[in-house]
């Protein structure tokens, strides 16, 4: 009993480690290229989302040329970015049911929610400008060695700069007062209720590892059945150390702090080696156009994801925790990429589908592509360390 | 020190902001303050699991407490 006890309290409640989840997450999304096929990727499912609504409405979309690109072939059930997204919510319904962090948390103020139903609109916008969020133009993306996805990177970063510093103007400031206190806060615990939410949180768990197992063994779909059980784990992954790649720029320019940004450097440099392995042996590498698309979008979602609070990974396991915030995220997510889809048709032979996808690999050969990308992740490491001591000699000598 | 006998000067009770204000209000509270001051910081933003505490070191303040067994988390925060 005590040992159940003790398992219970390290792995199932208490929050995570950061860092290491975050590598955990690189070598695991390293496996899921090579046993699916493809990136993990949740901005391109929200797309096919949003057209879903449209045809729901009556509109045609055959003449779309973006929902072309996307592939809008069967339903969220059928795809395997679909099951993944099914099985990620699934993993952050169990960490934070098990976690005892679902509380209903509404905005308290209509700034708030402009701020999240925008910054989730130009996010969404920028996301699929530039083919793909924090995973497909960046965490997983870089690993794929797509030329885009670095140009994404560091447009983004310029992009949460300006967000960082527009979401710190006076006018977004939080009004709350500092209080005199004689004593400490009490905070309450329902007992009762803490252990519903844990069996709530068990029974969904189980109930999609045996989803899963269903499809793989019983129906044959081996590929959705697996991306199922990647998604669970990818989705408790982030929430239970509350992985938001958001902070991991925005913070170094807010507060100095950067084991987010390093973290995922080094989450990068792993699933590097192990996307390289797989492509090297014959899976197709996932390639985008690395045109002016990549920059402007690269701008626009750093300064979203920013002004919003989150990106289009994190919304999901905040949105289930219950905060009200990241539920107009989401909407605003889904309204920005169905926005891009809505103009891409006028704008994508001069931003994107004339420009040309640069594939490192191709470009200077296995190995020399192999070197080119671990050279730029030493770069960025370096980039990441000399924003955060320009910071904090600023903060602690002023 | 004993975790119940610590008696905090300051509350800045941050529920229902997102992050990153808790972390960046907590900052510039701490600044304000005189050495030996303590600040308790109340948050619901989960997320600042990960930043209030490492960023309260990162200059240079002790973290006395971080209770974070429910949905809203408490810090401790000494100058």
């Given at each position: 009993?005590?040992?159940?006890?003790?398992?219970?309290?390290?792995?199932?409640?208490?929050?995570?480690?950061?860092?290491?989840?975050?590598?955990?997450?690189?070598?695991?999304?390293?496996?899921?290229?090579?046993?699916?096929?493809?990136?993990?990727?949740?901005?391109?499912?929200?797309?096919?989302?949003?057209?879903?609504?449209?045809?729901?409405?009556?509109?045609?979309?055959?003449?779309?040329?973006?929902?072309?690109?996307?592939?809008?072939?069967?339903?969220?059930?059928?795809?395997?970015?679909?099951?993944?997204?099914?099985?990620?919510?699934?993993?952050?319904?169990?960490?934070?049911?098990?976690?005892?962090?679902?509380?209903?948390?509404?905005?308290?103020?209509?700034?708030?929610?402009?701020?999240?139903?925008?910054?989730?609109?130009?996010?969404?916008?920028?996301?699929?400008?530039?083919?793909?969020?924090?995973?497909?133009?960046?965490?997983?993306?870089?690993?794929?060695?797509?030329?885009?996805?670095?140009?994404?990177?560091?447009?983004?970063?310029?992009?949460?700069?300006?967000?960082?510093?527009?979401?710190?103007?006076?006018?977004?400031?939080?009004?709350?007062?500092?209080?005199?206190?004689?004593?400490?806060?009490?905070?309450?615990?329902?007992?009762?209720?803490?252990?519903?939410?844990?069996?709530?949180?068990?029974?969904?768990?189980?109930?999609?590892?045996?989803?899963?197992?269903?499809?793989?063994?019983?129906?044959?779909?081996?590929?959705?059945?697996?991306?199922?059980?990647?998604?669970?784990?990818?989705?408790?992954?982030?929430?239970?150390?509350?992985?938001?790649?958001?902070?991991?720029?925005?913070?170094?320019?807010?507060?100095?702090?950067?084991?987010?940004?390093?973290?995922?450097?080094?989450?990068?440099?792993?699933?590097?080696?192990?996307?390289?392995?797989?492509?090297?042996?014959?899976?197709?590498?996932?390639?985008?156009?690395?045109?002016?698309?990549?920059?402007?979008?690269?701008?626009?979602?750093?300064?979203?994801?920013?002004?919003?609070?989150?990106?289009?990974?994190?919304?999901?396991?905040?949105?289930?925790?219950?905060?009200?915030?990241?539920?107009?995220?989401?909407?605003?997510?889904?309204?920005?990429?169905?926005?891009?889809?809505?103009?891409?048709?006028?704008?994508?032979?001069?931003?994107?589908?004339?420009?040309?996808?640069?594939?490192?690999?191709?470009?200077?050969?296995?190995?020399?592509?192999l070197f080119l990308n671990?050279?730029?992740?030493?770069?960025?490491?370096?980039?990441?360390?000399?924003?955060?001591?320009?910071?904090?000699?600023k903060s602690i000598n002023? | 020190?004993?975790?119940?006998?610590?008696?905090?000067?300051?509350?800045?009770?941050?529920?229902?902001?997102?992050?990153?204000?808790?972390?960046?209000?907590?900052?510039?509270?701490?600044?304000?303050?005189?050495?030996?001051?303590?600040?308790?910081?109340?948050?619901?933003?989960?997320?600042?699991?990960?930043?209030?505490?490492?960023?309260?070191?990162?200059?240079g303040y002790e973290v006395?407490?971080?209770?974070?067994?429910?949905?809203?988390?408490?810090?401790?925060?000494?100058?």
């Open positions: 009993m005590n040992f159940w006890q003790n398992f219970k309290r390290d792995f199932l409640v208490k929050f995570w480690a950061p860092i290491p989840a975050v590598i955990a997450l690189g070598i695991l999304s390293a496996y899921y290229f090579g046993i699916t096929g493809t990136y993990w990727a949740v901005t391109g499912e929200f797309t096919r989302w949003g057209g879903h609504i449209l045809e729901a409405f009556g509109v045609d979309l055959s003449t779309w040329g973006y929902y072309k690109i996307m592939n809008m072939d069967g339903n969220i059930f059928t795809r395997i970015d679909g099951v993944m997204i099914i099985g990620m919510f699934a993993g952050c319904i169990a960490a934070a049911f098990w976690g005892n962090n679902v509380k209903l948390r509404m905005p308290v103020s209509s700034t708030r929610v402009y701020q999240a139903l925008i910054g989730g609109i130009i996010a969404g916008f920028g996301a699929r400008l530039g083919m793909g969020c924090n995973l497909a133009s960046f965490f997983t993306g870089i690993p794929q060695f797509s030329f885009h996805a670095w140009m994404f990177t560091l447009a983004m970063i310029l992009g949460v700069y300006l967000g960082a510093k527009f979401s710190l103007l006076p006018f977004f400031q939080s009004k709350i007062k500092l209080k005199k206190v004689s004593c400490s806060k009490e905070l309450h615990t329902d007992k009762k209720r803490v252990n519903n939410l844990f069996k709530l949180g068990s029974i969904v768990f189980i109930a999609v590892l045996l989803w899963a197992v269903y499809l793989i063994f019983v129906q044959g779909s081996t590929k959705l059945g697996m991306a199922m059980l990647f998604g669970s784990a990818f989705g408790l992954a982030i929430a239970k150390a509350q992985i938001c790649f958001t902070s991991a720029f925005r913070d170094i320019f807010t507060t100095g702090r950067s084991q987010m940004a390093k973290a995922i450097v080094i989450g990068m440099a792993v699933a590097t080696i192990g996307v390289f392995s797989y492509i090297t042996m014959g899976q197709p590498a996932k390639i985008m156009w690395a045109g002016p698309n990549a920059i402007i979008g690269g701008v626009l979602f750093g300064f979203g994801i920013v002004l919003a609070g989150g990106c289009e990974c994190g919304w999901m396991y905040r949105a289930v925790e219950g905060q009200v915030h990241f539920w107009i995220v989401g909407i605003g997510n889904v309204i920005g990429s169905t926005l891009l889809a809505f103009v891409w048709d006028d704008l994508s032979l001069q931003l994107a589908t004339s420009w040309p996808k640069i594939n490192l690999l191709e470009s200077f050969g296995n190995y020399g592509g671990y050279g730029l992740l030493v770069l960025l490491f370096i980039l990441i360390l000399v924003l955060e001591k320009r910071y904090l000699n002023r | 020190m004993k975790k119940d006998e610590i008696v905090p000067d300051y509350r800045l009770d941050m529920q229902g902001e997102p992050c990153p204000y808790p972390a960046v209000n907590a900052l510039e509270t701490m600044k304000d303050l005189k050495k030996g001051e303590i600040l308790e910081i109340i948050s619901d933003c989960p997320q600042s699991i990960n930043n209030i505490p490492a960023d309260a070191k990162n200059h006395l407490e971080v209770d974070s067994s429910g949905p809203t988390i408490k810090y401790v925060i000494r100058k």
